[in-house]
């Protein structure tokens, strides 16, 4: 039998576009999925919709309803942990996905147990030309997955796979700017990222760099010295627990900090 894979859909603004995203889903040549969307209860034409598709899919979809309005974080940390398959992908609901997307993933993930997680080509159709990821770099061994994953800057390019369900589950900061960049750390440390050009997915890139914009999203300050240079403590601090020898600790550490103190991104107050 297939594996089934949780797809989660936070939703907050994606009134004009949810509807071609969610047929992208149930247009999949893979079909053993679940549907999960959150939706915070003021945005009723969003709720139409879901509901339009719920009708016709009883059985695959669950919407669930929030009387709060949740920050991003939250609403998608909601979903991470009502994933109860194998597997799981993220999608936004202003993306939508290639017809064989989930096919081709779950043939390469439910093959390799030393893989967890499964990245595609993505596509800006805002720009009409595709981000090259680098996500090719993730996939060697413990040391090579660290050390890539510290020099290169990935940002939000991996949260688009199709990942490997790890209990307890995978969840975004709710302190640091870069919010999802230590859960994909996590990930790494738990196996390789595979990469395949027969995946597409197709996302209106949004690059929110500026640390003020980015303190404003997560609700958070920007004085805050922890949400500012969390990531950075975090991925210290599980390279030194990490199951690598004492002199690759201390060389994988030492480029941290180089990337810290030298990272131009860095010093003119832009995220990786």
Known sequence: MKPQISIILPSYSGEKTINKTISSIFLQTYTNFELLISVYKKKKNIIKI??????????????FIHKKKLLAYENHNFLFNKCSNNYFLLVHDDDYLDKDYIKNGIKIISKKKDVSGVSGNIIN????????????????????????????????????????????NYSMSEKMLNSEVFMHFEILL???????????????????????????????????????????????????????????????????????????????KKLI
């Open 50 to 63: 879901c509901e339009k598709f719920k009708s016709k899919h009883k059985k695959k979809i669950k919407i």
């Open 125 to 168: 159709f805002g720009k009409k030309n595709k981000i090259n990821p680098l996500l090719r770099y993730l996939n060697g061994t413990l040391e090579k997955r660290i050390k890539n994953y510290i020099t290169y800057s990935y940002g939000d390019l991996m949260l688009h796979s199709i990942f490997r369900t790890k209990k307890p």
């Open 190 to 268: 738990n196996g390789k990222l595979e990469t395949t050009s027969k995946m597409k997915y197709y996302k209106k890139y949004k690059d929110i760099r500026d640390l003020k914009s980015r303190a404003k999203h997560y609700d958070l300050s920007v004085y805050n010295v922890f949400a500012r240079y969390g990531l950075y403590i975090s991925i210290f601090f599980s390279i030194l627990t990490s199951q690598l020898i004492l002199k690759k600790k201390l060389y994988l550490s030492f480029l941290l900090f180089k990337k810290v103190v030298i990272d131009r991104n860095f010093l003119s």
